[in-house]
């Protein structure tokens, strides 16, 4: 449905700004003016999950990753050691939360932009 509402070309498609957040893999054009080149790929773990799902099921597997992401982050109310505060560290990098935090808005927003075109009466007439 990415190819069909915004249009693929290479892994490549252009989104409107506004669904694009701060610091979220793109070209860096202004965040909320024009459209934005972003490379979707399988080196985003979450893409190559979402690739070939069923719409029905980008829900429950975006709201996995975002469980997964909160408690990597609410791991850090537990840490007492620095030992364990080290681990956690090496954790995130390995993790590279802040990149996963910013793929899972970007999939989030296009999803519920998708959906919102979906749900439209005029997309229902068309099939």
Do not use: C, M, W
């Not at 829900?59 to 050691?81: C, H, N, W, Y």
């Not at 090496?90 to 996963?100: C, P, V």
């Not at 749900?119 to 229902?124: G, L, N």
């Amino acid at each position: 449905l990415i190819d069909d509402t915004f249009g693929l070309n290479n892994g490549i498609v252009e989104l409107p700004g506004h669904l694009i957040g701060s610091g979220a893999s793109s070209s860096q054009a202004p965040q909320g003016k024009g459209k934005i080149k972003v490379q979707l790929s399988s080196s985003d773990s979450l893409f190559a999950q979402l690739r070939d799902a069923n719409f029905e099921q980008v829900g429950s597997i975006v709201k996995k990753r975002a469980t997964f992401l909160k408690s990597v982050q609410d791991e850090k109310d537990q840490l007492q050691s620095v030992t364990e505060i080290k681990e956690y560290v090496r954790k995130l990098i390995s993790f590279n939360i802040q990149q996963e935090k910013n793929l899972l808005s970007l999939h989030t927003s296009i999803a519920l932009e998708i959906k919102a075109l979906v749900t439209d009466f005029a997309f229902s007439r068309r099939l």
